[in-house]
């Protein structure tokens, strides 16, 4: 059961800010009912113990700070992904907006992707010895990889 958050503390520019949200997810989707039948929807980036800053991806004006009902998804924003998808247009939320009709996936998947498991990756090798410890023990530097430059002025 979704539990609807029926008070905003703030409301300013694309933010909206709110109290007391303890179980928020950072990246969270958030659907956000201004009146009886307008909905906008928002992502929850940043959460500081019970405090929850969330991006109103359509504005925040015209939303009144004790006349709103805000729930929690649970989830981060997903696209259906499927064969159907290939020339067809979309806006930034993933939904079709050529007039084709919606896509039917068999499942949704996470925009952000998954997360590299770090103990799976390989070993690296091929170091390049500079000769100066501190960026040998420090940075050190593996062929192949992107390798940064650091320079002063002049």
Request: aromatic share 6%; hydrophobic share 35%; charged share 20%.
């Amino acid at each position: 059961m979704k539990i609807k958050y029926l008070k905003l503390d703030k409301a300013e520019g694309p933010l909206i800010i709110m109290d007391e949200v303890p179980d928020a997810i950072y990246g969270e989707i958030v659907d956000i009912e201004v009146s009886g039948n307008e909905h906008r929807t928002g992502q929850v980036i940043q959460i500081d113990k019970n405090k929850v800053i969330i991006q109103v991806f359509q504005g925040s004006s015209g939303i009144s700070l004790d006349e709103v009902a805000v729930s929690f998804s649970g989830k981060p924003m997903q696209i259906p992904l499927s064969h159907e998808i290939l020339g067809r247009v979309f806006n930034g939320m993933g939904k079709p907006i050529d007039g084709a009709g919606e896509i039917y996936a068999h499942q949704d998947y996470n925009i952000n992707g998954r997360p590299m498991n770090p103990v799976a990756r390989l070993y690296p090798r091929n170091y390049i010895q500079t000769g100066i410890s501190t960026i040998d023990g420090l940075m050190t530097l593996i062929r192949g990889q992107k390798l940064p430059i650091f320079s002063g002025d002049g």
